[in-house]
Every structure is written in C-alpha cells, then in structure tokens.
C-alpha cells in the first residue's frame, strides 16, 4: 500500500474524500477505489444494466458484450430488443451478435455508475441515493469483498507455497551434508588405510 496515498482518497480518480473507499488487491498490491472508479474498472464482473454480478450460473450465451470493453449485460437487461426466446432458452448455443452493444460508460465519456462526492457542492450530505447508485453501491462492495478473498487465499497459497520450498530446501541442505559427511567419511578411511599399510 502506498503510505503517500491519503486513506480516504481514490487512487484512480484522485477524489479526495468519496462517499464511499473499496479496497481491492491485483496482483499483490492494494489500492483503494471510489465505488464509480471501482465499478468501471471491475466492470466485466457485472450487469451494467442491473448491477447483479455475474457468476457461473450466468452462460456467457445469455450476457451481451460491449463492443468497445469487456462489460457486459444480461440479454434481458439489454436495452436493444434482442430475439428474446433465445435468451430465455439456455439450449441456444449461438453466441450474440458482437458489438451491437455499448455499455453506458463507452456510450458516454461523462457517464458515472455512482455519483462523485463534490466538495464545496450544494448538494446536502443527507442526499438519499437513487435505488440505482444503491445497487451500484451494493455490486461494488461484493466486487471489493470477493477480491479480497480472492487475495488473501492468493497470500496464503504463496506463503504455503514458500514453506513448502523452504522444506525442500532444508532436506536438500540435509541431503548435501549427510553426502557431505560420507565423502568425509569414506576419505578418512582410505587415509587411514593408507597409513596403515605405510607401515
Ligand atoms: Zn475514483
Ligand atoms: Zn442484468
Ligand atoms: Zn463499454
């Protein structure tokens, strides 16, 4: 973790005090993100239309893709009217048509999936938030959380891993000095039979 980084502050978007900070770990580092900078970076995780995270019970038959980036929608969260009986019967195997969709961020560079917390704005702290920016709240801490599982199993597997090597390498150290020792051994002899047929 970057100690230079303020602990309230999104590391993407340089927001200094967002309403909301999700930590999430790649590859070994930790960074923390604001629930709009979050959403879009993790946004092939899920439906951009109705912020339910995909898992393995969705087919990636039944998503539609964005044509610019990985995100996704379900078929039926798709605002094109695609054919919907294919989507509704998991037995179609024909992938949708690539590319006749654009999420919303890609559509609209000033797109936000939650709102920024402005400083010095009129609108008042107590703001309810719209049931949309709640579920996109929602999808952004399951992201952070599973993410962060996902690290600490990564962490745990590297250091069980490293305990493993560390005991190889302890036996191999074992192995070298017992031979070692044999060499020695074997050495001491022959000198000393050596000796003994010197006299
Ligand atoms: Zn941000
Ligand atoms: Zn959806
Ligand atoms: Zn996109």
Redesign the pocket.
Known sequence: MNSEQNQRECIVCREKEPSFIHTVGKTGVFRRLCTDCLLKEYRELF?S??F?LFDNAVPPQARIICGNCPSS??L??SPQPLSSSTAASSSSSAPPPASSFTCQPCSNPNFTFFPKSRVNDDVPEETPLSAESAMALIAAAKISVANMNNAVALLKEEALKKIIAAKAAKLRAKGALANLQDIVIQKNKATGKRKEDER
Do not use: D, G, L, P
Request: charged share 0%; proline share 0%.
């Open positions: 439906c239309v109705c339910n929608t379900h039926s969260c």
